[in-house]
């Protein structure tokens, strides 16, 4: 299976502040077909897990622009600029390019 | 609007069948996938496994021994069974349009 490594675990932040958060994947995450299935997800308290962004660093439908994904092969970051208070909870990479999908453990953003 | 919801049981006994129902609107079943993610109390989140448009089914490998996931397209719900159920098995269980829109999720307990 395809293991994912979030880091940080956690992290805190000014509102209008900026982050970045790292997924790391234990193989290449380019598909046969050439696309890299990784995306991110948001789970504010309490809610289901959303959409953020897929195959790297398309926006899902209504995310807003301050949400931003980059990276190639095993490396990848999704930035947040801006931070909002909207914008807690905790934020997983997965992947989707090998069976069984797998996702990270999770990094936690807290505003100050 | 893609809609997505499950029901079940709360409360299973140990060694018992869990049987779960994911009721979708807004979209076929025929023209999309609908996979299943559970979610340990306090913990990340795992990819139980899917149903594609065709009908053909992927698990993951951990639980596939125990699993099975169906549908009936004419009432627009998806199936999930899961037996010989374990106190690791208490969780939220999601059910997901291609991983993109989630169901709110259903608690189950595993527990005498």
């Known amino acids: 299976d395809v293991v994912m490594t979030q880091t940080p675990v956690s992290l805190s932040v000014s509102l209008g502040g900026q982050v970045s958060i790292s997924c790391r994947s234990s193989?290449?995450?380019?598909?046969?077909?050439?696309?890299?299935?990784l995306s991110w997800y948001l789970q504010k308290p309490g809610q289901s897990p959303q959409l953020l962004i897929y195959?790297?660093?398309n926006r899902f439908s209504g995310i807003s622009d301050r949400f931003s994904g980059s990276g190639s092969g095993t490396d990848f970051t999704l930035k947040i600029s801006r931070v909002e208070p909207d914008d807690l909870g905790v934020y997983y990479c997965?992947?989707?390019?090998?069976?069984?999908?797998?996702f990270g453990s999770g990094t936690k953003l807290e505003i100050k | 609007q893609v809609q997505l919801k499950e029901s079940g049981p709360g409360l299973v006994q140990p060694s018992q069948t869990l049987s779960l129902t994911c009721t979708v609107s807004g979209f076929s079943l025929t023209s999309n996938s609908v996979h299943w993610v559970r979610q340990p109390p306090g913990k990340g989140l795992e990819w139980v496994g899917a149903?594609?448009?065709?009908?053909?089914?992927d698990y993951n490998s951990a639980l596939k021994s125990r699993l099975s996931i169906s549908r009936d397209t004419s009432k627009s719900q998806v199936f999930l069974k899961m037996n010989s159920l374990q106190t690791e098995d208490t969780a939220i269980y999601f059910c997901?349009?291609?991983?993109?829109?989630w169901g709110q999720g259903v608690m189950v307990t595993v527990s005498s």
């Open positions: 997901t349009r291609e991983l993109a829109h």
């Open positions: 195959k790297v660093s």
């Open positions: 149903i594609w448009s065709g009908g053909s089914t």
């Open positions: 193989q290449s995450l380019v598909h046969n077909n050439g696309n890299t299935y």
């Open positions: 997965g992947q989707g390019t090998q069976y069984p999908l797998t």
